[in-house]
Nanobody, 122 residues
């Protein structure tokens, strides 16, 4: 079954770092843009960052610019997000998703993973 699997979440103190991984089966992400989203308790899921199929174009929501870096390794069918200087407001379940059609941006997310919990304590 084609799927995405997130990993790397955990509990960290404010100011700390985590690196999340999104690994795909059957290389289903290699030609497509991939994004990270997050959902905090009681809030809607929001976009965090995305990367084009070739890793050249990256996009970030304003609240994570300068702190998060998205990258990918198509040889490993994996997309990463390095999260530095974490804040309590970054606490959420983080999901990755591939765009249904585009290799540049994620506007129609599909093939969601199951999510990984990130908790930042103050």
């Amino acid at each position: 079954q084609e799927q995405l699997v997130e990993s790397g979440g955990g509990v960290v103190q404010a100011g700390g770092s985590l690196r999340l991984s999104c690994t795909a089966s059957d290389h289903i992400i290699d030609s497509y843009a991939v994004a990270w989203f997050r959902q905090a308790p009681g809030k809607e899921r929001e976009f965090v960052a995305s990367v084009s199929w070739d890793g050249v174009n990256t996009y970030y929501t304003d609240s994570v610019k300068g702190r998060f870096t998205i990258s990918r390794d198509n040889g490993q069918s994996t997309v990463y997000v390095q999260m530095n200087n974490l804040k309590p407001e970054d606490t959420a379940v983080y999901y990755c998703a591939r765009d249904r059609f585009s290799g540049v941006r994620v506007s129609q997310p599909a093939y969601w993973g199951q999510g990984t919990q990130v908790t930042v304590s103050s």
